[in-house]
């Protein structure tokens, strides 16, 4: 069989499982509403979870600061070449003096962070062992590593200590890797019991806290700064792209973890270098959201309103934070009901394999803080119509 050929008929086979994707024409985005293939949504996907991608004020008084002060559009090389701007160290010394470490090290995104972590730090004679439900990055950095790895049932944490037990003694090193806040189900991690974990057998513990940064904590560090365990936690990574509304990552760790990261991390090696333009707005959004506890607490408990709603309806709906999603099981009936939703003026995608496990499609809310009840009150009865229907 011929490529074409062959790679035609793999779409149509997506198509016929319903999980066959397209890019959507998105031409304006309007505080809490974004035009999609030419109607206006309440926009219930974004990952703006604070809304600070929306605010006018602090964009306009950005632009004129970068009038002044003409911060380049590119860096041009790698941070190891010439890439290296001085807003690097005002970011990077802002956030560990944020998480009270030694040391941060920003990267061009949190997959550039996961795929790069684990094999940088783990060889042949470690083991890393990972949440059954986390990201495809943490997966495709296990993959990338030559460590062995396993999966421990998601937030089985007896299963963990089970395969810990196990491996003691047998490898150089452990690592346990998980997020906090998981971005499909939106349930949370126990952060305290798996510091205690990682003491109790000599494990390294690293945190994904990409959707709980800006989200969670009185200072918006996360479930680790929630639970108390910022500084037990071995390494904590952070998105800027979500909560922090700019591009990027981040890692918090020892001085040395960041020495060696520097010299051994090939997608941090090999990788062109932030442009100075968004270093300065990072700065900016992560200055800014320190303060915001208030938008936190309006967030955590319009989606707990939500929630309820939603499962007075008889529906299907995990989770304890900000994203709420509502279990559809199959493809088809997430697709039908994102556009019926959609009909109704509401953005919110389908979530399907491989994104999620199978049969486990869903519709997949993620709320901000600039929306009010009123905005999504109608949501839970439409859900709860059209799926007993």
């Avoid at 050929?5 to 959507?24: F, G, N």
């Avoid at 990409?210 to 009185?218: I, K, L, R, T, Y």
């Avoid at 037990?232 to 792209?241: A, K, L, N």
Wanted: proline residues 3%; contains cysteine.
């Amino acid at each position: 069989m011929q490529f074409q050929e062959r790679i035609s008929q793999e779409l149509d086979e997506l198509r016929r499982l319903d999980r066959y994707r397209t890019l959507p024409d998105i031409t304006a985005r309007n505080g809490k509403h974004i035009a999609v293939n030419g109607q206006l949504l309440l926009n219930l996907s974004s990952n703006d979870y604070l809304g600070l991608g929306d605010d006018r004020e602090m964009l306009a008084g950005y632009a004129e600061e970068l009038s002044g002060r003409q911060y380049a559009m590119t860096s041009s090389s790698s941070r190891l070449l010439t890439g290296n701007h001085p807003l690097y160290d005002q970011l990077e010394t802002a956030l560990a003096s944020l998480y009270g470490r030694e040391a941060a090290l920003v990267f061009n995104s949190g997959y550039h962070a996961n795929i790069g972590i684990i094999p940088a730090l783990s060889g042949r004679h470690d083991l890393v062992l990972s949440d059954r439900k986390n990201h495809a990055s943490i997966i495709d950095g296990m993959q990338i590593a030559e460590a062995p790895w396993q999966r421990y049932r998601h937030l089985d944490y007896e299963h963990l200590e089970e395969l810990l037990a196990g491996a003691a003694g047998r490898y150089r090193q452990i690592f346990i890797v998980t997020e906090s806040v998981f971005s499909m189900d939106g349930d949370l991690a126990d952060l305290t019991r798996l510091v205690a974990l990682k003491e109790k057998y000599g494990a390294l513990l690293i945190v994904d806290e990409a959707h709980g940064v800006g989200v969670f904590g009185e200072r918006g560090l996360g479930l680790c700064e929630t639970a108390g365990v910022v500084k037990q936690i071995d390494i904590i990574t952070g998105t800027f792209g979500k909560a922090l509304a700019s591009t990027g990552a981040y890692a918090v760790m020892s001085s040395l973890v960041r020495e060696y990261l520097i010299n051994t991390m090939r997608s941090f090696i090999f990788t062109t270098a932030l442009p100075p333009a968004i270093l300065g707005w990072s700065l900016l959004t992560l200055e800014r959201q320190v303060t915001m506890q208030r938008e936190r607490q309006a967030l955590l408990q319009l989606a707990s309103r939500l929630r309820c709603a939603l499962i007075a309806q008889s529906l299907d709906v995990p989770g304890e934070s900000h994203i709420v999603p509502v279990i559809t099981g199959s493809n088809a009936l997430a697709v039908a009901l994102a556009a019926r939703l959609r009909d109704a003026g509401f953005l919110c995608l389908p979530v399907r394999p491989p994104t999620v496990p199978e049969k486990s499609a869903r519709i997949r809310i993620s709320l901000r803080s600039t929306l009010r009840w009123e905005d999504i009150e109608p949501i839970a009865e439409l859900i709860g119509g059209i799926t007993g229907s």
